[in-house]
């Protein structure tokens, strides 16, 4: 049995819907399903990472585990999950990180992520880490502003990252699952080609078919939006950090992971945008 946490994210539906389509029946964590569309097939745990006994209640039982933890509790809540996997001796873990863990890491965001690796490394777990690009999904960070005012604010509006699709991430640790033995590394995850901020909200004008204005926003006021609704300033300093490094390894080239993994190209940014052009009209 595979207990998924994060299920009910961009990268853990897919992943989900993908094993049901399999004929599993993984166990699922949401805090809400009332609010979490959830896949049907699948056994659903009610619980909060930040409850005491919950990891404990996922991973009793499980073989395997895919761990997607998000936010500024991200850290905390891999800890208990990697104590878990070892107190249940969970044989093999996939875990979501980022590019930005790749060594050295270069901010707080990416060191979070780092340590949480090594936090399930030592688990003894056959542990495989995805390490995406930035997620087009991304994008719907937008849709207030480009409904309401036909405007993308952005910082770090030229800096380029090969966006991947969250779908692609899922069919990538789908790939590892099926394959016992399969893993064991770090794979960086990529979609199929560098674009800038810039460049996507040109893309998305055009999928839209009306212009829009692009604002390359000063960082202190994306650091300000982002406190403003209750961010930790701590943790919205590591995540400004790592979208503003300029470093290509870190998501800028696009990587043939999805290619060789999964056995078709990447999904690009455009199809991205024709699937989910109508959340921003
Ligand atoms: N966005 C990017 O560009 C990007 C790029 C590279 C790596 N990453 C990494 O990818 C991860 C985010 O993946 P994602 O976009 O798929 O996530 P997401 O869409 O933000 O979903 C978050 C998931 O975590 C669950 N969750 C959050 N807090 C929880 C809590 N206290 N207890 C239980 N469950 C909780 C949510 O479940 P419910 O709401 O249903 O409870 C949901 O399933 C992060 O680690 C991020 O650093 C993101």
């Known amino acids: 049995m595979i207990t998924v946490i994060g299920a009910t994210g961009n990268v853990g539906r897919p992943l989900v819907a993908g094993l049901v389509a399999r004929g599993a029946r993984p166990r699922i964590l949401t805090r809400d399903p009332g609010r979490a569309r959830l896949v049907p097939g699948a056994e659903t745990v009610i619980g909060d990472l930040d409850a005491p006994r919950c990891a404990d209640a996922l991973l009793a039982g499980a073989d395997a585990a895919f761990v997607v933890t998000a936010g500024p509790d991200a850290a905390a809540h891999d800890r208990k999950i990697a104590a878990a996997v ?15 863990a790749l060594p050295p890491v270069h901010d707080s965001y990416g060191a979070a992520h780092a340590a949480a690796e090594d936090a399930y490394l030592a688990t003894g777990a056959h542990c495989t880490f995805l390490r995406p690009a930035a997620f087009m999904s991304n994008t719907l960070q937008w849709s207030w502003s480009v409904t309401g005012s036909s405007t993308v604010f952005q910082p770090f509006g030229d800096l380029p990252q090969a966006v ?20 064991g590394c770090a794979y960086t995850v990529t979609g199929p080609e560098s674009l800038t901020p810039r460049q996507r909200a040109q893309r998305l004008a055009a ?3 009306r212009s829009l204005t692009f604002v390359d926003a000063p960082p202190e006021q994306a650091r300000r939006a982002m406190t403003d609704v209750g961010l930790p300033p701590a943790y919205v300093d590591g995540l400004l950090a790592s979208q503003s ?5 870190r998501g800028a080239l696009p990587l043939p992971t999805v290619r060789d993994l999964t056995g078709h190209p990447p999904r690009t940014f455009t199809a991205w945008l024709a699937a989910h052009v109508d959340l921003f009209r």
């Not at 991947?164 to 893993?183: I, K, M, N, Q």
């Open 86 to 100: 070892a107190r249940h001796g969970v044989r093999r873990v996939v875990k979501v990180t980022s590019v930005a």
């Open 207 to 209: 999928a839209l078919g």
């Open 245 to 249: 490094d300029p470093d290509p390894a």
């Open 164 to 183: 991947v699709d969250p779908a692609d991430v899922a069919e990538v640790a789908l790939r590892v699952l099926d394959a016992p033995g399969a893993g």
